[in-house]
């Protein structure tokens, strides 16, 4: 496999990829369906410092993945798929064994070393991990891995989940939260049977509400619905679904959509029809939520580095930087007062924060005198306040408090009631071979943990890396 040079252009208000392969020819496709969209993103292009110990020095850096010293994030979250069997069978999902012939399953073993090289990266380790699959809730021993994870001091761990296990056991679910489970991600393909049909084959729909009212039951209190968007499927569900997720406040913490990505060959006339970007995804949200979520709500992930540099520097400590691609994924936070639904963008100054946490942060890092430093960080935090319109702001709640006392302690367990409160929703849309960019690969920030030492940028591995490092650790599949 050779990196071929790829241009990025616009055309009627759109940006588009085009590559050109000596044996494959020509390929095109939409990188981002509005340029001006595109460009407001790019205004948040930071550039993080990577890994310093690497597990490899690259000559190739698709091929020699792993991470490499071109890789400029470090890990945000860590994926450890620990099976590829599964209890469903669905049409569109290829992580099944059956279907492989196959059985990829690391032992405990191999995933502790996994978990251990992980959280002896440097400069910041590695604090988040989900065990995924196939289906992780498969392997009986998922509540032991969980306890490993939370022993080795991760402060966040999640699955990834079709929530068949869950919803048919509550006892395994007490298992999992004694263990020291945060989150299910649970994929969630719409409201009501009509998706499921086509992405699972039956009426899932069911089993879902039975898994949300499982984890609620077993003490769960945070679950992020994950749906994979595809337009003549689920494509005009997505204001149902944050009406759904916004009325079980108690247990639904999140919506994660991600459009759907071709892993395929497929024709360019069906890509052309099904492909989602996300600037499409945020005109589905404006539309389908009546302007209650618009498009000047979102922002862009690495815009977050603005907060984590303020917190760096007030603590004088290293802390995680969500140091992304900007085009990589989008997010906001919505907050319920009584029947409304208010985006934070609606009584937060966000750019304005963003800008003046960026001029401030220097300032501080560079001083040494600490009398200096304090007077600076003190000025800063009532500077702070006054982005925030309390007028504005959900009055069932003091989110000015949740707000300040996070910026005041700069500590996750600080920032646990702003999360509590509000609905965190994002767009994060994976690559595949049709609109992939290396560029993308290099400032990646979520991982695939290998058995062989690696740590695989997501959509590197899924493209490129999934089935030889499969091969590499499986045993036959004997039905």
């Not at 310093?52 to 850096?61: D, T």
């Not at 392997?139 to 079709?162: V, W």
């Not at 709500?297 to 995680?320: C, E, G, H, Y």
Request: aromatic share 10%; charged share 20%; net charge negative.
């Amino acid at each position: 496999m050779d990196k071929i040079p790829a241009e990025i252009f616009t055309e009627d208000g759109s940006v588009y990829l085009s590559k050109y392969c000596s044996n494959h020819g020509t390929f095109q496709d939409i990188y981002w369906s509005d340029f001006e969209l595109y460009n407001k993103f790019c205004q948040s292009h930071v550039v993080g410092t990577g890994v310093l110990n690497p597990a490899i020095k690259s000559e190739n850096h698709l091929l020699d993945c792993g991470l490499c010293e071109k890789h400029t994030t470090s890990t945000i979250l860590a994926n450890i798929d620990v099976t590829n069997r599964c209890n469903l069978n669905c049409p569109v999902c290829f992580a099944n064994a059956k279907r492989s012939g196959f059985i990829y399953e690391p032992n405990e073993e191999q995933i502790q070393n996994m978990l251990l090289m992980l959280r002896n990266q440097k400069p910041v380790p590695c604090c988040a991990v989900q065990f995924s699959g196939g289906e992780p809730t498969v392997r009986d021993d998922l509540p032991e891995l969980i306890s490993m994870a939370k022993d080795l001091d991760f402060l966040h761990i999640q699955i990834a989940t079709n929530g068949v296990r869950i919803a048919k056991d509550v006892e395994f679910a007490h298992k999992l939260r004694t263990a020291g489970l945060q989150t299910v991600y649970l994929s969630f393909d719409g409201i009501g049977e009509e998706p499921y049909h086509i992405t699972r084959g039956f009426n899932a729909f069911p089993l879902k509400n039975a898994a949300i009212n499982n984890c609620r039951t077993a003490g769960i209190a945070s679950i992020v619905l994950v749906p994979t968007l595809i337009k003549e499927v689920n494509d005009h569900q997505v204001g149902n679904i944050i009406n759904f997720a916004s009325e079980r406040l108690d247990v639904i913490k999140g919506v994660n959509f991600q459009p759907v990505a071709f892993t395929g060959r497929i024709d360019q006339t069906e890509r052309e029809k099904k492909r989602i970007t996300i600037p499409d995804f945020l005109l589905m949200t404006e539309e389908q939520t009546n302007g209650t979520i618009c498009r000047d709500d979102w922002f862009s992930v690495p815009q977050s580095t603005s907060i984590s540099r303020f917190i760096a520097a007030m603590l004088n400590k290293q802390v995680l930087q969500f140091t992304i691609h900007p085009h990589c994924g989008t997010v906001t936070y919505i907050f319920k007062d009584g029947d409304k639904l208010i985006p934070i963008t609606r009584f937060v100054d966000v750019d304005g924060l963003f800008e003046y946490l960026d001029e401030i942060s220097p300032q501080i890092s560079n001083t040494n005198f600490q009398i200096k430093k304090a007077g600076l960080t003190s000025k800063a935090l009532h500077k702070i306040s006054s982005f925030i319109d309390q007028k504005t702001a959900p009055q069932s709640i003091n989110v000015t408090k949740m707000i300040m006392d996070f910026f005041n302690k700069g500590t996750g367990e600080a920032l646990k009631p702003f999360h509590r409160n509000s609905l965190f929703l994002g767009s994060m849309h994976f690559q595949d071979p049709y609109n992939f960019d290396i560029e993308r690969v290099q400032r990646c920030g979520i991982h695939y943990a290998t058995p062989d030492g690696r740590v695989i940028p997501f959509c590197a591995y899924n493209t490129i890396h999934r089935q030889e490092v499969e091969a590499k650790f499986s045993k036959p599949f004997y039905s």
